[in-house]
């Protein structure tokens, strides 16, 4: 246990890429497998079971500590992390590491599971016997893998890197067994990382675009030769990988989420592959040629179960955007160009294969003219590189994508929260709402990010002088300050006060420059409801 307390420490105190990777590496070639397992499989986020209820926690460490339950309800609104305000409570700041705990694999797979099926008094006592003993770091730990929030940022491509090194072996191939391997975490895990055969349904680790707008306003400059870029439409729906090997077929999302049985005709299409295929695209619903809205395809997703009528009424398609196993034989380690090639030819022997057309681009007035008019169903552009490889993961200069302009509105503040992990002192979480007819601000969006720290920390210091009211956790604040916020897309909800829905709200800029009566109404968001972009020449979606 104490290794891997020294990773997490590392891991959650520093940002530098390189550092966390070495560190990981050293991890991994030093313990057993076993224990390497479950590091791996908590670090991907996998433990997401609360053993004990957290407000049970909070009203048992506050009679521990002889401390009003308010008090430890006003910290941890302060803190806005659980674990951390629980051991920050605790006075063992100062204790060594004790060694009290038990090595990972047996807190995480016995410990815990067995604590969760005692009686509330033994819960409590075996809480109480490790708070009188352990360290700040070993008790904040416990407490993340008691409430089942074990996150401390380290990316999936990271972790791949990682045990690469340790192992020897290639990131590509590792990608592809890691599912597998913690399906329970155990013992074997290396030896099944190390195994090569491919036979199950299993899709492989997903290739992702980084926004080109991280490069700046200024990024054609920065970019490169456009020419060494193969330009595709970014299609709004689901990625998905359709696996097709002896043992069926399967629909994979990217999430890792089976989509097999919602998309019955899917299955029943794609089965006249080869075994041995593996094809990269796009989930949508196509009705009579047209590419419909993403609310559509949520109305399958939403399905527990599908009727033959909603599949008439709601066919769905994959556009194909890559090939990833061609007869068994896996294809990511060969260049783009020549994926391409084979994914064509491969459409040639059957036809019911829909590709994702590849776009004639000159120049960056020719990206920008399609960016901003894509056709009905796209979001924007990706750029890939013709010589790169399917790698996991983002990687910075091999996929990029360029979304259109997003649709904006200057909206008041009206509500805040205070955030979590590194935003835990600030009030980050922020409510916004618009004018109606009536001239009553109505709520239609919440939003995480746009601000820099700098903002965050004078907004926060204004909403703790000027908080109107209280309510749990959320601070009502007097209407005073406008926002630009900016989201991807939007539909009618009957479940939002404003009556649409819209998706990856975020903060673009804060107006200080206007007044809350300038800020946008209600009519503007049904106008946006209303926006259907214009498709370019030539670029419709293959019929």
């Given at each position: 246990?104490?290794?891997?307390?020294?990773?997490?420490?590392?891991?959650?105190?520093?940002?530098?890429?390189?550092?966390?990777?070495?560190?990981?590496?050293?991890?991994?070639?030093?313990?057993?497998?076993?224990?390497?397992?479950?590091?791996?499989?908590?670090?991907?986020?996998?433990?997401?079971?609360?053993?004990?209820?957290?407000?049970?926690?909070?009203?048992?460490?506050?009679?521990?500590?002889?401390?009003?339950?308010?008090?430890?309800?006003?910290?941890?609104?302060?803190?806005?992390?659980?674990?951390?305000?629980?051991?920050?409570?605790?006075?063992?700041?100062?204790?060594?590491?004790?060694?009290?705990?038990?090595?990972?694999?047996?807190?995480?797979?016995?410990?815990?599971?067995?604590?969760?099926?005692?009686?509330?008094?033994?819960?409590?006592?075996?809480?109480?016997?490790?708070w009188s003993r352990l360290s700040f770091w070993e008790v904040y730990l416990l407490h993340k893998l008691l409430l089942g929030g074990f996150r401390v940022g380290v990316a999936e491509g990271l972790l791949l890197q990682a045990l690469a090194r340790a192992l020897n072996l290639p990131e590509t191939h590792l990608a592809n067994r890691l599912p597998a391997a913690?399906?329970?975490?155990?013992?074997?895990?290396?030896d099944q990382l190390r195994q090569t055969a491919t036979t199950s349904l299993e899709p492989y680790a997903f290739c992702l675009a980084?926004?080109?707008?991280?490069?700046?306003?200024?990024?054609?400059?920065k970019f490169g030769k456009l020419a060494d870029y193969q330009v595709e439409w970014k299609w709004d729906g689901v990625r998905v990988q359709v696996v097709c090997r002896a043992a069926g077929v399967a629909l994979w999302s990217r999430g890792?989420?089976?989509?097999?049985?919602?998309?019955?005709?899917?299955?029943?299409?794609?089965?006249?592959?080869?075994?041995?295929?593996?094809?990269?695209?796009?989930?949508?619903?196509?009705?009579?040629?047209?590419?419909?809205?993403?609310?559509?395809?949520?109305?399958?997703?939403?399905?527990?179960?599908?009727?033959?009528?909603?599949?008439?009424?709601?066919?769905?398609?994959?556009?194909?955007?890559?090939?990833?196993?061609?007869?068994?034989?896996?294809?990511?380690?060969?260049?783009?160009?020549?994926?391409?090639?084979?994914?064509?030819?491969?459409?040639?022997?059957?036809?019911?294969?829909?590709?994702?057309?590849i776009l004639s681009v000159q120049d960056w007035k020719e990206v920008e003219r399609l960016r901003s008019n894509p056709p009905a169903g796209a979001e924007g552009l990706l750029l890939k590189l013709r010589?790169?490889?399917?790698?996991?993961?983002?990687?910075?200069?091999?996929?990029?994508?360029?979304?259109?302009?997003?649709?904006?509105?200057d909206a008041v503040l009206v509500y805040a929260q205070r955030g979590h992990g590194r935003r835990s002192g600030w009030f980050s979480d922020l409510t916004f709402a618009l004018w109606n007819e009536q001239g009553q601000l109505v709520t239609f969006a919440k939003a995480y990010s746009g601000l820099s720290d700098a903002e965050l920390r004078e907004l926060t210091r204004w909403i703790r002088t000027h908080a109107a009211e209280k309510i749990g956790p959320i601070v009502k604040v007097p209407p005073v300050w406008?926002?630009?916020?900016?989201?991807?897309?939007?539909?009618?909800?009957?479940?939002?006060?404003?009556?649409?829905?819209?998706?990856?709200?975020?903060?673009?800029?804060?107006?200080?420059?206007?007044?809350?009566?300038?800020a946008d109404t209600l009519h503007h968001l049904r106008l946006l409801a209303g926006f259907s972009p214009l498709p370019s020449s030539g670029s419709a979606p293959p019929e």
């Open positions: 246990m104490e290794r891997f307390l020294a990773l997490y420490r590392t891991l959650d105190q520093t940002t530098s890429q390189q550092a966390r990777i070495a560190a990981l590496t050293a991890y991994f070639q030093a313990v057993e497998p076993e224990e390497a397992a479950w590091a791996t499989y908590l670090l991907r986020g996998g433990h997401a079971r609360r053993f004990v209820s957290p407000r049970r926690l909070r009203e048992w460490i506050a009679e521990y500590l002889n401390l009003p339950l308010s008090l430890v309800e006003t910290s941890y609104q302060h803190v806005g992390d659980l674990a951390e305000t629980l051991a920050l409570l605790l006075p063992n700041r100062g204790r060594p590491f004790s060694g009290h705990l038990p090595p990972l694999p047996v807190l995480a797979g016995q410990e815990l599971p067995r604590l969760a099926s005692l009686p509330e008094a033994e819960q409590r006592a075996w809480l109480e016997n490790h913690l399906n329970p975490p155990n013992s074997t895990f290396y980084y926004g080109i707008e991280e490069l700046g306003e200024n990024y054609p400059e890792g989420v089976a989509l097999t049985q919602g998309f019955p005709e899917l299955v029943d299409l794609f089965r006249a592959l080869p075994a041995g295929t593996v094809i990269d695209g796009e989930l949508l619903i196509v009705r009579e040629g047209e590419i419909q809205p993403f609310a559509a395809l949520q109305r399958r997703l939403l399905r527990k179960k599908v009727t033959p009528a909603l599949v008439r009424e709601l066919p769905a398609t994959v556009l194909a955007y890559d090939l990833l196993e061609l007869d068994g034989q896996d294809l990511r380690t060969l260049p783009l160009v020549e994926r391409q090639a084979r994914l064509e030819d491969l459409a040639t022997r059957y036809p019911f294969l829909r590709l994702s057309p010589t790169g490889l399917y790698l996991a993961g983002r990687r910075r200069g091999n996929w990029w994508k360029l979304k259109r302009s997003p649709f904006t509105v406008v926002f630009t916020v900016a989201f991807e897309g939007i539909q009618p909800s009957a479940r939002h006060k404003c009556g649409y829905a819209v998706r990856f709200p975020r903060i673009v800029c804060w107006r200080r420059d206007k007044k809350p009566e300038e």
